[in-house]
Structure formats: structure tokens, C-alpha cells
């Protein structure tokens, strides 16, 4: 490869990034705002009800450097991820299978209103019965409850998509297999992406779920444990863990995916500006 398309596409990489970094900051100040109302509650009720955010920050430092603690949320990173991707392969591939045969499409249905209008607390009660404590119970619950999410969102891109852009590409010579590439792949991103998300979120809260009503471990049997002994501060400092993981994963994977996908959008969107 010559050397300037290698410094052309370092330069785009980097420039990727940085507008990526750049766009943190709209987060981290609703983050702020987040801290800023929790001190008062904390202020308000005392620290038996509500412990203060740079308290639950220690307490959770403490725990990151405890080798125990630190096995507990691997554990529950491992199974919420694992499932998160069964979950996306599986709903990828379904939804726009589905989205391009109506006949599947109405058969479908039915069976992802009857799998979202089931509580996932139901679900776990069921895979407590059948696989007892293990891995399988929580992955089992994060399938179920997770999978119509990405089913939809597949589906949906498909069903919305531009036909004429299709049959444009077919008129210039393009095949099968290009045209889903270059032209409908795109165009199902734009929904399937916000259902992983969604679907990522899904998987973390019921991964701990699960943990904590099956006496699984992870970060949901840490949370039991912190429940008997009325540890307000490390209870919280656990669910600041959680969060910290999927945050971990929607920023470390997932977007980062999705800026590759789509490119397209940067292309009438100048550098910092965000809409």
C-alpha cells in the first residue's frame, strides 16, 4: 500500500478519535448533574439511606483492588457479554431474515409480543427450575429477554429501508450480495445498532438479576450479600461497578462498531458539531 493512503488512513482514524474523545463531554456533564442530585439526596436523608457519591467511589475503589471482588465482576462481565453477543449474532441474523420474508415477519410477531409482555423475573424462576444456579440460568434469562430487542431493530431496518436505492444499485450492475453491503446494511444499522444498545443494557441488569435471586455469584451475589449485612455504601459501590462495566462495553465496543459501520453520517457533519 503506498505510504500516503497509509498516512491518509491514520489521519482518519485519528481524527475519528478524536471526535469521539471530543464527544464525551456532553456525557460526562449529565454525569455531573446525576452526582450533583444524588449529593443532596445524601445530604438530606444521612449516609444509613443514601452514602455520598465520593464515599461509594471509595468503596468501590476499594473493592476494584480486591482480587476477589475483582473475580466476582469479571464473572458477571463474562456472562453479560457472552450472552449480549449470542444475542446479537443470533437476532442479527433472524431479524433480517424475517425482515425480508412477510410471511415469517406475521408469523414472528406474535411470538416477540409474547416475549417481551413476559417479565424477566418470570424467566429466571423458570431457568432457576431448570438449570439451577450455573452459567446457563443467566445467559438462558439474557437470550430471552434480550433477543426480541435485536429481532425488532434487525427487522425493522429491513421493512424501512429504501427500496429504490435497491433497484438502483441493480440497475447499474450491482449483485446480491453488494447491494446488501453497500446499500441496505447501511440503511438497517440505523435501527439495529440503537436495539443492541438497548439489548446490552438489557443484558447487564438481567445478568445481575439473575446472579442475585439464583445465589449465582457475581456482582449480583455481591449485592445480596451487601443486602443481608445493610451495607448501603458497598451495595452502592456494586451498582456503580455494573454500571462502569456496560458503560465499558457500550463505549469500547459497541459505538466504536458502530462508527465504522457508519461512516456515512460524518459525511455532511463538520468536526464538534453534534446534532
Not at 41 to 50: N, Q, S, T
Not at 96 to 107: H, N, Q
Not at 188 to 208: E, M, N, R
Amino acid at each position: 500500500m503506498p505510504r500516503h493512503r497509509i498516512r491518509a488512513i491514520l489521519a482518519d482514524r485519528l481524527g475519528r478519535a478524536l471526535h469521539y474523545l471530543w464527544s464525551g463531554w456532553a456525557g460526562l456533564a449529565a454525569l455531573a448533574v446525576l452526582a450533583a442530585i444524588w449529593q443532596a439526596g445524601h445530604e438530606a436523608y444521612g449516609p444509613f439511606i443514601l452514602t455520598a457519591p465520593l464515599d461509594t467511589l471509595a468503596e468501590m475503589g476499594r473493592l476494584m483492588r480486591d482480587p476477589d471482588a475483582q473475580s466476582l465482576a469479571f464473572l458477571t462481565l463474562q456472562r453479560a457479554l457472552s450472552g449480549f453477543l449470542l444475542v446479537t449474532a443470533i437476532g442479527t441474523i433472524a431479524g433480517i431474515a424475517a425482515g425480508y420474508s412477510p410471511a415469517t415477519m406475521r408469523l414472528a410477531r406474535p411470538l416477540v409480543t409474547v416475549l417481551l409482555g413476559v417479565p424477566p423475573i418470570a424467566w429466571i424462576v423458570l431457568a432457576m427450575i431448570w438449570f439451577g444456579g450455573s452459567d446457563a440460568t443467566v445467559r438462558t434469562v439474557i437470550l430471552v429477554a434480550a433477543l426480541p430487542v435485536v429481532f425488532v431493530g434487525a427487522a425493522q431496518g429491513v421493512v424501512t429501508r429504501d427500496p429504490l436505492l435497491d433497484r438502483m444499485a441493480e440497475a447499474f450492475g450491482a449483485g446480491p450480495v453488494k447491494r446488501f453491503l453497500r446499500i441496505a446494511l447501511p440503511q438497517i444499522s440505523t435501527s439495529l445498532f440503537p436495539a443492541c444498545s438497548l439489548a446490552l443494557g438489557t443484558s447487564v441488569k438481567v445478568a445481575v438479576m439473575a446472579e442475585l435471586l439464583a445465589n449465582a455469584g457475581g456482582i449480583g451475589g455481591a449485592l445480596a450479600d451487601a443486602r443481608i449485612n445493610l451495607d448501603i455504601a458497598q451495595a452502592l459501590a456494586w451498582v456503580l461497578a455494573a454500571v462502569a462495566l456496560l458503560i465499558a462495553v457500550e463505549y469500547g465496543l459497541v459505538q466504536p462498531v458502530r462508527g465504522e459501520v457508519e461512516t456515512w453520517r460524518r459525511a455532511d457533519r463538520p468536526w464538534g458539531i453534534k446534532r
